[in-house]
């Protein structure tokens, strides 16, 4: 095991829990979509579950600008069901009204389908984080770091790409006030969630360098291992050997047998 190795691993490690990060702090703000309504100064940020809104008055005193922005306070979108404020008995319901202003801060199926796919790529990064630690031990662990990465990636991507198109539809992208319409901007959010999309994908290429160099390692060591094993179990091959005569004593032998029956006579 070479030190690149460890360093692909570590790499690994820290872009992924980076690339988690991002997901959670995406979902954790609600500035997914940003619209400055100027006729009531204040800003409403939309979110995937929350939905926040501040003052911001702008100004001319005293020879300069200024600009005051009040504290942000926030609404869930799960506190009230649309029964519980709007009388259905009702053909008319002010929108200034709070039963009015629920109706802008319910559930929205572009909003809950991104909540549950960030939801699912972090759990995948979870899940690939801690199967990643038996690499060392098992390295069919790389195969499956690798294929969570994948799905992080492909879930990263889906909440990014799918949130764009929905977010610039007539519908979502425009909010009409009492004189104006104003347009809701794609807020830091969106940008938490694409810099995430960015790193799984980095930890994916990643993960494709470690799946190939741990399984490279793990091949060789079996190979190394099964040729161990046969040279082992293999019989020792013992060969006779002939004793060999060399050409001088073999003539030295049949002089002197020559002699000795030279010898008798």
């Not at 006729?39 to 005051?68: N, V």
């Not at 990014?160 to 319409?181: D, L, M, P, Q, Y």
């Not at 799946?211 to 190979?223: C, G, L, M, Q, V």
């Not at 060399?246 to 020559?258: A, G, I």
Request: aromatic residues 16%.
């Amino acid at each position: 095991m070479n030190i690149a190795n460890y360093a692909l691993l570590v790499a690994g490690w820290v872009l992924m829990g980076i690339a988690i990060i991002w997901s959670i702090a995406s979902v954790a703000s609600p500035a997914w979509q940003v619209v400055d309504l100027r006729e009531y100064q204040t800003i409403h940020y939309h979110g995937l579950w929350q939905d926040c809104a501040r003052t911001s008055k702008t100004g001319y005193y005293a020879g300069s600008d200024y600009q005051q922005e009040g504290a942000l306070h926030c609404t869930y979108k799960f506190d009230y069901s649309p029964g519980q404020l709007v009388n259905p008995d009702r053909l008319y319901v002010d929108e200034n009204s709070p039963a009015g202003e629920n109706q802008y801060h319910t559930w929205n199926t572009y909003q809950v389908v991104p909540l549950v796919f960030i939801m699912l790529s972090v759990i995948c990064g979870i899940i690939a984080l801690i199967v990643s630690c038996g690499i060392l031990r098992y390295p069919i662990c790389a195969i499956i770091f690798t294929i969570m990465s994948f799905i992080s990636l492909v879930l990263s991507f889906a909440v990014v790409s799918s949130f764009f198109i929905v977010a610039h539809r007539g519908e979502n992208r425009f909010i009409k006030g009492v004189v104006g319409t104003y347009e809701a901007l794609l807020g830091r959010a969106y940008y938490f969630e694409l810099v995430s999309c960015i790193f799984f994908l980095l930890t994916f290429l990643c993960s494709l360098f470690i799946a190939y160099r741990f399984k490279s390692n793990d091949d060789a060591s079996s190979r190394r291992r099964i040729l161990g094993s046969s040279q082992l179990d293999t019989a020792p091959n013992f060969i006779k050997v002939q004793p060999v005569t060399l050409s001088s004593e073999r003539d030295y032998s049949s002089s002197n047998v020559f002699h000795g029956y030279e010898s008798k006579f």
